[in-house]
């Protein structure tokens, strides 16, 4: 028995910051539909460098209106640590009581004019202006963060975050479930022991994940990019092959001892909810 799977499952969704007035409509109807699941909580991602920074406040707003549990992205990005106090102030107000510390990506053509500000210093900078509020999750990477200079300066940031007083973390989402479970392996040898919820990535386009894994480092298992590959002008087939590589996926994680599962749903509802039922979750 490993000490994630003594851990209460939880399950979770989340949400891409909406651009426009549309796009914010489309989320709520996605979050209408499952909420009617019984995720634990929803969370809205925060763009680079803060950059749907408003999108992300509305929707965290319209979503806790609705009597959900959500949880905002947050990093300095380019802001003050005044602007992100502030930030926190109206989340605490609004009844918010999760939230996503990380590092954050700069926008393009910002360069090197603003200091990336870690997200083991947003983490303590949180814990410094709010106390025990907010349950603070932070982010983990099974395949190595792409910045990372090596596994084992990976594993000492993510150390770092957790010693600032994260509560758990949520992972890059991956195909290869040995990945996820070397990756405990090695944080149990490191004394983490908080719970890191694999994240899920529902495959229903080959373009789109494509684009998303090279940009974040996440492995496409070649037999799974070969299948996609001759699926991809069949979408139904894409669609039914995808669904049973991370059904399968899903399983080996609960049953191998992960606390849960965060489905990264980008802002669609179908595809995760089909998970959901087939999991039996």
């Known amino acids: 028995m490993t000490l994630q799977s003594t851990f209460k499952k939880q399950f979770s969704c989340e949400f891409s910051a909406p651009k426009s007035e549309e796009a914010g409509a489309k989320l709520l109807s996605a979050h209408d539909r499952l909420a009617a699941l019984g995720p634990a909580y929803f969370s809205v991602t925060y763009g680079a460098g803060g950059s749907t920074k408003d999108g992300t406040k509305q929707a965290v707003i319209d979503i806790r209106a609705k009597g959900s549990d959500v949880a905002p992205h947050l990093s300095f990005g380019g802001d003050s640590a005044d602007k992100i106090e502030a930030l926190l102030s109206e989340y605490k107000n609004a009844n918010v009581t999760r ?147 991370v059904l399968r996926l899903c399983q080996d994680l609960l049953t191998g001892g992960a606390p849960g599962l965060h489905f990264y749903t980008l802002n669609q509802s179908k595809p995760t909810i089909r998970l959901w039922r087939d999991l039996g979750l």
């Open 99 to 245: 939230v996503v510390a990380l590092r954050g990506d700069m926008p393009s053509g910002m360069g090197g004019s603003v200091r990336l500000t870690y997200a083991n210093e947003l983490v303590d900078f949180i814990r410094e202006k709010t106390g025990d509020h907010f349950h603070i999750e932070v982010a983990a990477y099974p395949e190595v963060h792409p910045d990372s200079r090596s596994v084992e300066s990976d594993l000492d940031f993510f150390k770092a975050k957790v010693d600032a007083g994260a509560n758990s973390a949520i992972t890059q989402y991956f195909y290869n479930p040995a990945a996820y479970f070397n990756f405990i392996d090695a944080c149990e040898k490191k004394g983490v022991s908080i719970p890191i919820i694999p994240g899920i990535m529902p495959i229903s386009n080959f373009q789109t994940l494509v684009r998303f894994s090279d940009m974040c480092g996440a492995d496409i298992p070649r037999w799974i990019r070969k299948n996609l590959e001759y699926y991809q002008d069949d979408k139904e087939s894409l669609k039914a092959f995808g669904h049973e590589v």
